[in-house]
């Protein structure tokens, strides 16, 4: 049945191609190559030692004569000669562009980078200046604890770590696609809320930053350095020796998938940069491993008042939030001085206040 299927498919593509319906034949003909891609995926094998002893270590194995991108990319290519001697106009080019991607897909490795962002007045987002739709909401993490690896390791969100003098601030960036501001902030603040129970658990609090705050914090000028951690080259320790002034871990699950490290270099007015993760590490250790390194080799920002303050609203969730908060009258410019069950009272904008709200509930 299933070579009936794929039979059917190739045939199916063949006939809507020499009829001009490429679109169609695109699908079949990418439906026959994801099949051939996964067949030549690596498959491990272990064989039981005899007499129900230790499972005996797989046989080496000769290294595949083609790569299954090559595979993949030589299926585009003989379609795009099909199609251009079938008298095909743009489908010729569209299969020569896959192919050509596919290709170059295992050879550019996307390495750590910086992208441009820029303030979204009375909101606490940032807007990609390259790709509208990429809304960021830069949050600070405050501690009232001295483990911060304890209260990280299960973020399971992208963290910026910024040092300075031994002392580390850390950051994350809550990123979400979306077509206005106002349907970003609700996605930003969907994801606020796990994020806050999740820290909240082991002492640490979420402060999100206007933007106006966030794009200053971000106004520097970095350049990416090599990370030990990147090729393998002693593991996590490396981090304790690796000069950085700004580190970025991306995680998947419990351990880091990728990471980039950045010096800093004179800052550009009115220039907001998000550095990224850059590519995959090659050997991925966990989130909590890495964490700790870095406590051994660098010290989180003390408490202050906004932790003082965070704590107290998320010690008193479930009840009304007339009773948990207090308002104490307008600050400096746009923003109130607010503050919660005895907390000392802090100054905060209302955009800022409405997401703390929303993310504690």
């Not at 562009?97 to 441009?116: A, C, D, E, K, Q």
């Not at 992208?158 to 902030?185: G, R």
């Not at 593991?235 to 699950?253: A, H, N, Q």
Request: glycine fraction near 10%; aromatic fraction near 8%.
């Amino acid at each position: 049945m299933g070579w009936l299927l794929k039979a059917a498919a190739f045939f199916v593509g063949l006939v809507c191609l020499g009829i001009g319906l490429w679109p169609v034949s695109l699908l079949c003909f990418g439906y026959l190559g994801y099949l051939l891609w996964s067949a030549t995926r690596k498959r491990r094998v272990h064989v039981m030692g005899r007499r129900g002893g230790a499972p005996e270590p797989p046989q080496p194995q000769r290294p595949a004569l083609f790569k299954k991108r090559y595979i993949v990319a030589g299926l585009f290519f003989i379609l795009a000669l099909v199609a251009l001697g079938a008298g095909g106009t743009a489908s010729p080019f569209v299969f020569l562009s896959l192919g050509v991607v596919t290709v170059l897909s295992g050879v550019l490795h996307l390495g750590p980078r910086v992208s441009g962002v820029r303030a979204v007045p009375e909101s606490i987002l940032l807007r990609s200046r390259l790709f509208p739709l990429s809304w960021t909401s830069l949050v600070e993490v405050k501690f009232g604890t001295t483990q911060f690896a304890r209260a990280l390791s299960s973020v399971g969100n992208e963290m910026i770590v910024t040092a300075t003098s031994e002392k580390a601030t850390f950051y994350l960036p809550v990123k979400v696609i979306a077509a206005s501001a106002p349907e970003a902030d609700r996605k930003v603040a969907e994801k606020l809320g796990p994020i806050a129970r999740s820290l909240s658990a082991r002492g640490a609090y979420i402060l999100p930053l206007e933007g106006k705050e966030a794009a200053s914090r971000l106004n520097w000028s970095l350049k990416a350095v090599s990370l030990a951690l990147e090729y393998r080259k002693d593991g996590v320790v490396s981090l304790k020796s690796s000069p950085f002034d700004v580190l970025v871990l991306s995680p998947e699950g419990h351990l880091v998938k990728s990471a980039a490290a950045y010096v800093k270099g004179p800052a550009k007015e009115g220039e907001a940069t998000l550095p990224s993760a850059g590519r995959k590490l090659r050997s991925q250790p966990l989130v909590w491993e890495a964490l700790e390194v870095l406590q051994e080799k660098l010290l989180a920002e003390p408490a202050d008042a906004y932790t003082n303050f965070l704590s107290s609203v998320c010690a008193t969730q479930g009840e009304a939030l007339g009773d948990r908060l207090v308002n104490e009258g307008q600050g400096e410019s746009a923003t109130v001085l607010v503050s919660s069950m005895g907390a000392v009272q802090v100054e905060l904008t209302r955009p800022q206040l409405r997401a703390i709200v929303r993310a504690y509930g």
